[in-house]
């Protein structure tokens, strides 16, 4: 049976990259696993046969015959056990590789994710500009672990994998905010992150839906 992804429509961000689909994407081309796309409109992703499958109404989702899947470090994780190329061998280091996959979704992304709201959601609150940068600042505080864990080497734990994979995801959505540029060495992983084929297949995968059909306003 085919994998079959579902994402925007019309992504907000036009193509960028930032949204989920293109994690689970990245993860299909980096484990060779070919798969079809099909869309979906903010208005189909909140109507039943769509909450059926993402209980919470958002994208990705996954279906495989009668596997259907839904969170990006979920189904990344799956694909990572299921196929080869994204965890290692060894067993101490698959399961370090499996610890950075929770790390970036449970304890870089948070602090990520309220930048966000604080500039796009919260933008005109009176207390948004005094909020936003004790945010920032905790950003640079989990970047700053981040960066001396890493130090010079290439990837966080020997090989690229499946916890590479969610950590770049994760932190390159810093990238407008210009934070990440104060850490030279993690703006260079992701820099690598974005030159490995699969991601820029995954990438241009996503961008040529979105320039078929750019966002809304």
Known sequence: MPIIITAFERSPDGGKGLARDTRVRWALEEVGQPYEVRLVSFRAMKEPAHMGLHPFGQIPTYEEGDLALFETGGIVFHL???????????????ARAITWMFAAVNTV?????????????????????????????????????????????????????????????????????????????????????????????????????????????
């Open 80 to 94: 990572a056990e299921r196929y080869a190329g994204l965890l290692p061998a060894d067993a101490n280091a698959r």
């Open 109 to 217: 992304e948070p602090a990520i994710l309220e930048l966000v709201t604080v500039r796009f959601l919260e933008g005109d609150k009176p207390w948004s500009k005094e909020r936003l940068p004790l945010v920032a600042d905790r950003i640079r505080d989990r970047l700053g672990q981040l960066s001396a864990r890493l130090g010079d080497a290439d990837w966080l734990d020997g090989a690229f994998s499946a916890g590479d994979l969610m950590m770049a995801s994760v932190i390159l959505r810093l990238r407008a905010s210009g934070i990440l540029d104060e850490f030279p060495n993690l703006a260079a992983y992701i820099a690598r992150s974005e030159a490995r084929p699969a991601y820029k297949r995954a990438f241009a995968a996503q961008l040529a839906i979105n320039a078929g059909n750019p966002p809304a306003g």
